[in-house]
């Protein structure tokens, strides 16, 4: 009776981890922040990668954004959907994969005025190399990856 149970208690576990879907925005294990802390307005405004501060954070689908400054944090307030990355921030090449990975805020592209992020400088060498038949195939798999 012992053995019935544990496996029950055992096979419960596996299944319920393996049904849990993955958080629509990217932050790392026991993060709230997303992207990392870096700020998405300057992206479009510097055209670099700029780490945000505490003191100029929002909340927005349940995660933390930092910006760099005030104007910043209010343009992502009026706009957020226009500043926040594909994909929820995670790495763009993965998602055209099917599949999701963690991004690097230093390996960035805004392609037709949107922010795409990288797992790192070779994949997202690779990404560029055919940016807009991966933007095709990661928008068909968004977000159903997530699942």
């Known amino acids: 009776m012992k053995y ?16 849990f879907a ?9 993060s709230s922040e997303a992207v990392s802390g870096y700020d998405t307005v300057a992206y ?4 670099k990668a700029v780490k945000g501060l505490k003191k100029f954070t929002y ?3 349940g995660e933390d954004w930092y910006f760099s400054n005030s104007q910043h944090l209010a343009l992502f307030k009026q706009a957020p ?3 926040a990355p594909q994909y929820g921030g995670y790495c763009a090449f993965a998602v055209a994969k099917n599949d ?15 922010l795409y992020l990288n797992y790192n400088a070779d994949i997202k060498q690779q990404w560029l190399a055919d940016k807009l038949n991966f933007i095709q195939k990661a928008d ?6 997530l699942n």
């Open 81 to 83: 959907e226009k500043y």
């Open 100 to 114: 999701t990975a963690s991004s690097d805020p230093t390996q960035w592209t805004i392609e037709d005025g949107k």
């Open 59 to 61: 909340e927005y689908q």
């Open 140 to 145: 068909q798999n968004w977000p159903h990856v």
């Open 22 to 30: 993955k958080d629509p925005i990217y932050t790392g294990y026991f």
């Open 4 to 19: 019935i149970i544990k496996l029950l208690v055992i096979s419960s576990l596996v299944f319920s981890f393996n049904s």
């Open 44 to 47: 479009f405004t510097q055209s």
